[in-house]
């Protein structure tokens, strides 16, 4: 089976600019969680969602939104990069959203703002 | 508020030492626990969990049990390879707002010399 993927791989943008992330789930998964992990860092939790709603949002700027698809597919956009949002996009499913249920990570996309 | 705190790296070992990489916790109640393996240029890869102390989640040579009286899930490993190397991350599952969010460790980087 197919795990999670993430597209692009690799972006460059420039301040100021707008960019979307996207991820597919494993097929079976509802759950789709965001985290961003800046170098030399653990991941820390943007958002989930579950059955497209949100479901939580971590300690970011309205700058950061996203959505999840009837597919289950989900998008992170980011406005008005600024240098600091330069990090790897790690977007994880699970079946559901509960105690025990494991997260199962993508390769992430690499941003760089320059 | 909930958080881990794992030993700093990077840590270098022979090739068939044993290895403890150590992690600690704070948490609200009793959460998942878990540890992931990030190869260079690579997503996060599970690598086992433990659900419920004095849980032992075991995978690949790699073990770790959930100790509540002292709030650690050690991860030890009895014989190392060059291709353990890579870094190491401590989690574990946040219940807050009903998210089930990852809170993660800074990660530590295990370096085996042939």
């Known amino acids: 089976d197919a795990g999670v993927t993430q597209s692009p791989t690799h972006l460059i943008k420039t301040r100021g600019q707008q960019v979307t992330l996207r991820c597919s789930p494993i097929s079976g998964h509802k759950s789709v969680s965001w985290y961003q992990q800046v170098l030399g860092q653990g991941p820390q939790f943007i958002f989930q969602?579950?059955?497209?709603?949100?479901?939580g949002r971590g300690n970011f700027p309205d700058r950061f939104s996203a959505r999840q698809f009837p597919n289950y597919s989900s998008e992170l956009n980011v406005n008005a990069l600024l240098l600091g949002d330069s990090a790897l996009y790690l977007c994880a499913s699970s079946l559901v959203t509960g105690e025990a249920d494991t997260q199962y990570f993508g390769p992430g996309t690499r941003l760089t703002v320059l | 508020g909930n958080s881990v705190t794992q030993m700093e790296g990077p840590v270098t070992l022979s090739e068939e030492a044993f290895l403890t990489i150590n992690c600690t916790y704070t948490a609200t109640g009793y959460p998942s626990l878990f540890w992931y393996v990030q190869y260079p240029g690579e997503g996060l890869q599970l690598l086992l969990k433990?659900?419920?102390?004095?849980d032992k989640g075991s995978n690949k040579g790699f073990e770790a049990t959930y100790r509540k009286e002292t709030t650690s899930f050690h991860l030890e490993k009895g014989s190392v390879q060059v291709s353990d190397s890579a870094v190491y991350f401590c989690a574990l599952s946040d219940p807050t707002s009903g998210t089930y969010k990852y809170i993660f460790g800074t990660g530590t980087r295990l370096k085996v010399l042939a």
């Open positions: 969602y579950y059955e497209k709603e949100e479901r």
């Open positions: 433990a659900t419920k102390a004095d």
